[in-house]
């Protein structure tokens, strides 16, 4: 078999699978018999009896009940029942939105294949104001799980899975392992998945999502930086650790985390970074120079076009305060 198609389940109705599901049976100009997908239920109640009574799909859909540990050590539990040369992982609630999307992967999988193939995706939101679908082309990234596909032997023979410890904002530490061990990385810029619209999505719903969960990237950043050390990769570690620290200051420098209604937030963020920076500091001051302007260049760019025009206080009075706040040994 090509590719498995892996997906964690929890909870979500029929309705939603099925979606996903149908979205794979119209691909067009592909062999089902090449085909498979992986469903691992995470402990929640799985809509048993209306699988029982669905038509049957043209390609194998194999179910497993696992105990609930989260998504990401469900993620795990998926790669482990796969037996294909390739894998994607696919949320439940998303779709493919494009027919041709595994004639696309086939055809990569077929010129030479690669390691982890990274592509363009489509995301559905709503109008602020008409509450209309509106859809967006989200770029080749390393923080989404959307329209990744990876060579299955590659994740085995590097280790290469997910940090059961990570369920939130996880993506990224997968999606950086994938893609900084690998030689043979590629990208496709016609997008065939879509991050799907759910009136339950809370990443999406609450405007304070990214202030309650900061912490969380912090986390997933430091399980990745000490990562990278272990396999013995230091220019990873300083460059995720640079990348982390920079995001950090200009995220707080934001107007929603300067204002005094999320202290809570900023100071809970600040007392855990204290320790990121005394953890990571010697990392950040062993980077080399121009890797870290770029870094500093890119963050900005990217910060302006979410709405920074000007940081509230420098960068090294801010560091200074985030050091009085470390404990002395």
Known sequence: MKLQILIPHYNEPASVIFTLLDSIAIQQNVDFEDV???????????????????????????IYMEEHRGVSATRNACLDHATADYVMFCDVDDMF????????????MEMGGFDSLVSNFLEETRDPITKQPVYIEHPM?????????????????????????????????FNCLCQKIGSNVKYCATPFYLWRWRDESVCRHDPKY?????????????????????????????????????DAYFTLNKDEWINQENQEYRNAVEKRFAKYYQDFESL???????????????MKNRMYTEGLLMEHQTFDDWIAKIKSMVPEK
């Open 36 to 62: 498979g997908v992986i469903i691992c239920n995470d402990g929640g109640k799985f809509p048993e009896e209306e699988f029982r009574n669905h038509p049957k799909y043209p390609f194998a859909v194999d």
């Open 97 to 108: 939105s494009h027919v041709c999307g595994l004639y696309i992967l086939f055809r990569e």
């Open 141 to 173: 990234d390393s923080t989404f799980v959307h329209g990744k596909v990876h060579n299955r032997r590659y994740l085995l023979d590097n280790n290469i899975r997910w940090n059961d410890e990570l369920t939130i904002h996880e993506d990224s530490y």
């Open 210 to 246: 990214i202030l309650k969960t900061y912490n969380n990237m912090l986390e997933s950043n430091t399980a990745l930086v000490n990562q990278f050390l272990k396999r013995g990769r230091t220019k990873e570690a300083q460059f995720y650790a640079t990348a982390m620290i920079y």
């Open 284 to 298: 950040f001051e062993s980077i080399d120079k121009q890797t870290k302007t770029q870094i500093i260049v890119s």
